[in-house]
């Protein structure tokens, strides 16, 4: 029930409520973004027909960079 | 490129934990993670690691009563058109779901979301639509944000939200299952933050860790727990960075807060969890299905009602029992003919457990 669906931004109405989002597989849906503050190419989690978050290219990094510590650590 | 399914690297992380030498009891709250733990045999492999991993009441289909499924069955036979998410009409109330009766000619429309609702109500203003509005935090907003753009009049929800921190609470208050930290929900924390959550840690001495839903996000996230547990800290950690920050999503936060009120609500399985709902706050009572239709509801007001016989749906919410400690499980409930919400929902963890061990 709480899936969210990452896709991106190609799209936002006049009256920027709706915008189109490509989920890269070849889909393409209108989505509500008034919860968000959106740019086209922005990425966005889509939950139940609204984008409910920008997704952050630096904060993916930051989870990267917990995996690279976490394995780089001597077991104890 | 680092992929979060990476086998080789989940390999790795496996083997750190199984190094770290532990017994341990986690619960996660997410259909959502259940699908990965148990779709990639992570469940399997953590338990080799002397780790157990339990779902509890994470599934907001599976936690919505019989009494709101028998108001939205009433609704229909009051020739009300009512409309929800595809998992939720499935469910069976007492006796029936909205599915059996949408075969006897009542008007039942499965929908995506709340707007599509909306347009239902815009098309047909000859009828009167009543959206049956489950889920936890990451849907509220949703919700909230339709009900601030004035819907139609013959437009009005039937208010089922829940919120998870206090329902974590009453699972720690009961005991009946000792755990030793939370997989908190990734998608529910992308709206409320991390800060709902710390008084858990706080009061409890429970570790908890916010995860995304890959199987890397997982493993990972068990790897932060248990090295709190070794370090001897409780506190919540955010391994989900990429979608969820420290204050959520402000906007939506202000919505729900504007649109509805706590109360103390029951959910399958329990009583009544303080603070554990919404319902709408006055300025919006014209959207409240309880109110607008009271007369039609009014038999139900003091009826009882008692969860399907022999199901074990409630247990399984409150952690105590896994899918195929149910007698029912695979005979008499198979996700064609589900007894309970668990085997109905795709999020439910006896419909995942069902799905992948007949692969």
Redesign the interface.
Known sequence: ????IPGKIIEIDKNKEHAIVDYGDGTKRKV?V????VKIGNYV?V????A??V??EK??L???S??RE??S?E?? | M?SLRDKQ?AK??IS?IK??NVNLKFMHV???HQDTLVKHGLDALLKDCGIEIIQGPG???CVTTPREIEEMLMLAKKGKTVAT?G?MIRVPGETQSLQNIRTEGYDVRTI?????AVKIAKENKDKDVVFMA???E??T??TA?VLL?NPPSNFSILCCHRTVPNALKAILDMGEVKLNGLIE????S??IGTKPYEFISKDYDVPQVIT?FEP??LL?SI?MLVKQI?QGNAHVQN???????KNG?T??KE?IDEVFESVDMKWRGFSVIPQSGLMLREKFEKYDARKKYENELAELKDKEFVEPKGCKCGELLRGLLYPKDCPLFGKQCKPGSPVGPCMV?I?GSCNIEYRYSKK
Not at chain 2, 112 to 116: A, L, V
Not at chain 2, 239 to 245: L, P, S, T
């Open positions: 029930m709480c899936l969210a509500n008034t919860l968000v503050d989690l939950h139940a027909g609204f409910i978050e997704l952050n904060d993916a930051e989870t990267l917990l995996f976490m394995l650590m077991d104890e | 680092f690297i790795q992380v750190k190094k770290m997410c259909g959502t599934c907001p289909v998410f998992d995506y979301g709340i707007e599509d489950v889920g936890f990451t849907t907003p949703t944000s753009k929900p990734g998608h529910v992308t709206i995304g890397l996000d990972m790897w070794k391994e989900y960075a990429r979608a969820v920050h999503n906007k939506a919505a929902s999020e």
